[in-house]
């Protein structure tokens, strides 16, 4: 719930590629993961992975990490 509202706040405030978006979507993923709702998880999960993509490149180590939170 928390995490959600954390979102919507981020949301409101910054550019969609900011690298605060990216680490919100990560814990919700990682919530959504614990909870053993997959689906939704590698949802939030692939927008962590896009934005980091986007602005850190394939090659950075926060950027592997997402990949490896996508299986």
Do not use: C, Q, V
């Not at 910054?14 to 605060?20: K, V």
């Not at 490149?57 to 996508?70: I, L, Y």
């Amino acid at each position: 719930e928390y995490y959600h509202k954390d979102l919507n706040i981020k949301l409101a405030t910054l550019d969609e590629t900011h690298p605060d978006m990216a680490r919100t979507y990560n814990s919700i993923g990682s919530i959504l993961d614990d909870k053993g709702d997959y689906e939704k998880a590698l949802e939030y999960y692939n927008k962590d992975l896009t934005i980091k993509l986007a602005t850190l490149g394939e090659n950075h180590p926060d950027t592997a990490r997402s990949f490896n939170s996508t299986g």
